[in-house]
């Protein structure tokens, strides 16, 4: 029933800025951790960053001090703010929420090409 919507991606220039967007729609299960993952072309999915409901984070070491994590609790959403964007952050970005009773959530992936 709970369904995770995500915006934001996009082609952008080196060095430049993205703010990707996922909204969890629908009731159900008590939503704990989100987060965001990202698979590379030809690699493994892989996280980028978790937020907990106390708005604890989390990063990759590959992108600490460029990518921001936030929750926004009234509307049941998080961020991803991606500034200083290099080459090696082309992949596909997927939502994700964990839950108290039942399986995890996927969103539908969101690409994201940083390229000249």
């Known amino acids: 029933q709970v369904q995770l919507v995500e915006s934001g991606g996009g082609l952008v220039q080196p060095g430049g800025s993205l703010r990707l967007s996922c909204a969890a729609s629908?009731?159900?299960?008590?939503?704990?951790?989100m987060g965001w993952h990202r698979q590379p072309p030809g690699k493994q999915r892989e996280l980028v960053a978790s937020i907990s409901p106390a708005h604890v984070t989390n990063y990759a070491d590959s992108v600490k001090g460029r990518f921001t994590i936030s929750r926004d609790d009234a509307k049941n959403t998080i961020y991803l703010q991606m500034d200083a964007l290099k080459p090696e952050d082309t992949a596909v970005y997927y939502c994700n929420a964990a839950r108290l009773i039942g399986s995890n959530l996927w969103g539908q992936g969101t690409q994201v090409i940083v390229s000249s």
């Open positions: 629908g009731k159900g299960d008590y939503i704990t951790d």
